[in-house]
């Protein structure tokens, strides 16, 4: 877990800039099928004005505007504007295409990453693929052909300092992560610790993990 806690040695510089790259304002949102992810989702239809919002979703059977209709969010504009791509946390270059990859690299202002592996009962290492790689290949994306901003949603629990599982040690790592990539690369970035997610007044939805308490 130290070890992972430092950024690679290939990542200590900002490479493959290019100048005069479009002025566009998209938004890239990891884990827009996850509970949080889909309210956060609604916000950023609410709340900004960007041209495109690209959902990275794991499942080609993931409808966002689905989501957005079982969670009462679901406005007439909101289809215009969400672009969701198939793609995987645990994957080269997110298991996008070079063609998707670049893409995102040349046209993705702002990301919101939220995807996540979330179990309390197993170790560390089942988290590292996907809450720590993962986001190591978020910053990559992040630092490619344009500095972007980057939004990193982590866990209140980080702030005890108790590690008290493998789910925390995970994004306590991520952390550590992004914030060498703000210090060393310049990457604008904000470390979010929500708490527990309950329903919200709009409806009775509860995240599936909570289930696990009731």
Same mark, same amino acid.
């Given at each position: 877990?130290? +070890? ?30 996850? #509970? ?9 239809? !609410? ?13 080609? %059977? ?5 989501? +957005? ?21 645990? $994957? ?7 063609? $998707? ?39 990559? +994306? ?26 925390? $040690? ?5 952390? !550590? ?23 919200? #007044?709009?409806?009775?939805? #509860?995240?599936?993990?909570? !289930?696990?308490? %009731?």
């Amino acid at each position: 877990m130290e +070890l992972d806690s430092e950024l690679p040695s290939d990542m200590l510089e900002v490479k493959d800039v290019e100048e005069n790259l479009c002025d566009r304002n998209d938004i890239l949102l990891t884990g827009a099928d996850g #509970f949080l992810g889909i309210y956060l989702l609604n916000e950023l239809l !609410c709340q900004t004005q960007s041209n495109n919002i690209y959902c990275l979703i794991q499942s080609s %059977f993931t409808d966002v505007t689905d989501l +957005l209709k079982e969670f009462d969010l679901y406005t007439s504009y909101s289809i215009e504007r969400i672009i969701p791509i198939q793609g995987n946390l645990s $994957q080269h270059h997110l298991g996008l295409t070079d063609a $998707q990859w670049l893409h995102l690299c040349r046209n993705i202002r702002t990301i919101y990453h939220c995807d996540e592996i979330v179990n309390y009962a197993a170790k560390y290492e089942d988290h590292r693929l996907v809450n720590v790689n993962g986001t190591l290949t978020i910053i990559r +994306l992040a630092t490619m052909k344009r500095i972007k901003t980057l939004n990193y949603v982590s866990t209140l629990d980080v702030a005890t300092n108790k590690m008290l599982n493998g789910y925390v $040690q995970s994004k306590y790592v991520g952390e !550590c992560i992004v914030q060498q990539s703000h210090e060393q690369l310049r990457l604008d970035e904000g470390i979010f610790r929500p708490d527990t997610f309950l329903s919200s #007044f709009n409806n009775k939805l #509860f995240p599936e993990i909570l !289930c696990l308490y %009731f």
